[in-house]
C-alpha cells in the first residue's frame, strides 16, 4: 500500500483552487458576502430604541399641556408629531401602527393643576413589539411623573394612568410565534424552488423543455404549483402548532389570515424561482438563496424594531417580502384588524410578486436564448 504522496495532494489541491477560479459567482459571493452581512447586522443589530412617534390628543391645549409635549420631545425616545382630533383617531393610529404609543390629556389639565388638583393623563403603549413597549412604557411614566413630584407629599401631582394594548402582559412569545411562522414560510418555500429550474439544467433536462413549444410563463407557472399546496401546507402547520402549542390568539379574521398567507406564499415562491433562473448551479442557488434568508431576518423586524434601525438599512428592509408579512401576521393575529388597516402591505405584497414574476421569466426566456 503506498504512502501519503505530497505530489497528488498538491495536484488536488490546485485543481480544487482552479474550479473555484472559475466559478466566478461563487468566487465573489464568497469575499463579499461577508462584508455585506459585517455592514447589515453592525446596523441592524440596534436595541437602542430612539424616536418612537407617538401620538397626542391634547384637548386641553394650554401652556402646561405643551410643556408635558415638549419634556417627552427632549428625551429623544419619542417623536410626537402627531396631533389628533379625537379617540378614535389614535385608536386607528394605533391599529394600523402608524403610532406606538399616544398621549390623551384632558380638557380640564390646567385647570386641576392650578387647582392643586391631581389631573388624569392617559398614556397607551402598543404592546405588540415587547422589546419597544417597555422602553415606551417606562420612559414615557418616568418623564411626565419627573415633571410634578414637588406635591407635600412628595407623589406625583398628575394622576397618570397607563394601559397597554393587544399584549397587556408584554408576553414575547405573542410577538416572536407569529414572526417565526412568517420566517419559517419564507425559508422553506425560497429554498425548495431556489433549485427547482437549476436542477433541470444540471441534470440536462432543461434542453428537453426547450424544444417543446412551453413558454416561459407556463414553465415557471406550472413548477410553482406543486410548491404553493406545500408552502401553504407548512403556513398551515405552523399556524395550527403556534395557536394549539403556544397558545397565541387569533384575533383577527382567520379566513383573511389563510388569504395574505396564501398571498406571501406565493411571493416567497418567486423569489426562490428567481434564484433559480439566474444562478448555473445548485451551489450558486443554495448560495444566493441564503445571501437573501440571512440579511432579511434582520431587515424584516422579526428580532430588532426597524424603528431603531439606521435610515439606510430601515429603507432596505422595504424591499423584503417578509417585513410586510410580519405587519399582517401580527396585526391581524395580536391586534385584529383587516383590510382597513392593512391594505397599503397587501398591495405591495401583490405588486412585489408580480414583479418578481415578470423578471423571473424574463430571465429565463435569456437563458433559453
Known amino acids: 500500500m503506498r504512502g501519503f504522496s505530497p505530489r497528488r495532494f498538491f495536484a488536488i ?11 466566478k459567482a461563487s468566487f465573489v459571493l464568497a469575499f463579499v458576502a461577508p462584508f455585506i452581512m459585517l455592514m447589515l447586522f453592525g446596523y441592524a443589530v440596534k436595541m437602542d430604541i430612539e424616536n418612537v412617534v407617538i401620538g397626542v390628543l391634547d384637548m386641553s391645549n394650554t401652556l402646561e399641556s405643551r410643556e408635558i409635549i415638549r419634556n417627552l420631545q427632549n428625551t429623544r425616545y419619542f417623536k410626537p408629531d402627531l396631533f389628533a382630533q379625537n379617540q378614535n383617531e389614535i385608536d386607528e ?33 402598543d404592546g405588540t413589539d415587547p422589546t419597544i413597549a417597555k422602553t415606551v412604557f417606562t420612559s414615557g411614566i418616568l418623564t411626565i411623573q419627573n415633571m410634578y413630584t414637588h406635591s407635600i407629599l412628595n407623589k406625583p401631582f398628575i394622576d ?23 420566517l419559517i414560510m419564507q425559508n ?21 423543455l426547450i424544444v417543446t413549444p412551453i413558454k416561459s410563463i407556463e414553465l415557471i407557472l406550472g413548477k410553482l404549483v406543486p410548491y404553493i399546496f406545500l408552502g401553504f401546507g407548512d403556513f398551515l402547520v405552523a399556524l395550527l402548532f403556534g395557536v394549539a402549542w403556544f397558545k397565541v390568539p387569533v384575533r383577527g379574521s382567520i379566513l383573511l389570515l389563510l388569504l395574505f398567507g396564501l398571498e406571501f406564499v406565493l411571493c416567497a415562491l418567486m423569489i426562490g424561482m428567481l434564484i433559480s433562473s439566474i444562478s448555473k448551479t445548485q451551489l450558486q442557488a443554495m448560495q444566493l438563496a441564503l445571501l437573501f434568508l440571512l440579511p432579511s431576518v434582520l431587515l424584516s423586524g422579526f428580532m430588532f424594531p426597524r424603528e431603531a434601525m439606521p435610515h439606510v438599512i430601515r429603507f432596505l428592509g422595504n424591499f423584503v417580502p417578509l417585513s410586510y408579512f410580519l405587519i399582517i401576521l401580527r396585526g391581524i393575529v395580536l391586534k385584529g384588524i383587516g383590510v382597513e388597516q ?9 405588486f412585489l410578486g408580480i414583479l418578481l414574476l415578470l423578471v423571473s421569466v424574463k430571465k429565463f426566456s435569456k437563458k433559453l436564448d
Do not use: C, H
Request: charged residues 30%.
Open 160 to 182: 397618570l394612568r397607563t394601559r397597554v394594548k393587544y399584549n397587556p402582559s408584554m408576553k414575547s412569545e405573542l410577538f416572536t410565534i407569529p414572526g417565526l411562522m412568517g
Open 13 to 23: 489541491a490546485k485543481k480544487e483552487f482552479i474550479q473555484i477560479k472559475r466559478d
Open 188 to 208: 422553506i418555500t425560497i429554498i425548495l424552488t431556489a433549485f427547482a429550474i437549476v436542477r433541470e439544467r444540471e441534470k440536462g433536462t432543461i434542453e428537453q
Open 93 to 125: 393610529w394605533l391599529d394600523s401602527g402608524k403610532i406606538k404609543a399616544a398621549l390623551i390629556i384632558p380638557s380640564d389639565f390646567s385647570t386641576k393643576l392650578k387647582q392643586k388638583r391631581s389631573p388624569q393623563i392617559l398614556f397607551i403603549v
Open 342 to 350: 392593512l391594505w397599503k402591505e397587501v398591495l405591495v405584497l401583490v
